[in-house]
C-alpha cells in the first residue's frame, strides 16, 4: 500500500492551503484515513481524522479552521487549512488503517509565516 501526500508548502499568516493524500495499492478500502503532524520539538499531533463510517474528530487546535474531507471513489483524503497560524508550521503526514495496519506517506511540509 502506497501513501502519498501533495499540497504543502509556505503561506502568510492567515491565509489558506489545501493538502491531498492517496492510498492506492490495497484490494481493501481503507477505514480511517486521518492528517497527524509533527514540528520541531513537539509531540506527534493528530489534525484530524475520517472514518468510512463514523465521525469526523479535530484537534482543539484546529476546530473551526481546519476541514477534512474524503472521496472514497478515489480513496483520497483532503485537508483545508484556513485562518492558517505560525503555529500550524510542521510536517503533515497522512495515514490510511486498512485492516487495523497504518500506512503511513512521508509528510508534507507545511511554513506559516508572519
Known amino acids: 500500500v502506497q501513501v502519498a501526500e501533495s499540497g504543502g508548502g509556505s503561506v502568510r499568516a492567515g491565509g489558506s492551503m489545501r493538502l491531498s493524500c492517496t492510498a492506492s495499492?490495497?484490494?481493501?478500502?481503507?477505514?480511517?484515513m486521518a492528517w497527524y503532524r509533527q514540528a520541531p520539538g513537539k509531540q506527534h499531533e493528530l489534525v484530524a481524522t475520517?472514518?468510512?463510517?463514523?465521525?469526523?474528530v479535530y484537534a482543539d487546535s484546529v476546530k473551526g479552521r481546519f476541514t477534512i474531507s474524503r472521496d472514497n471513489a478515489k480513496n483520497t483524503v483532503y485537508l483545508k487549512m484556513n485562518s492558517m497560524k505560525p503555529d500550524d508550521t510542521a510536517v503533515y503526514l497522512c495515514?490510511?488503517?486498512?485492516?487495523?495496519?497504518?500506512?503511513w506517506g512521508q509528510g508534507t511540509q507545511v511554513t506559516v509565516y508572519s
Open positions: 495515514t490510511a488503517v486498512i485492516s487495523l495496519k497504518h500506512y
Open positions: 475520517i472514518p468510512s463510517l463514523g465521525s469526523i
Open positions: 495499492g490495497s484490494m481493501f478500502d481503507p477505514d480511517v
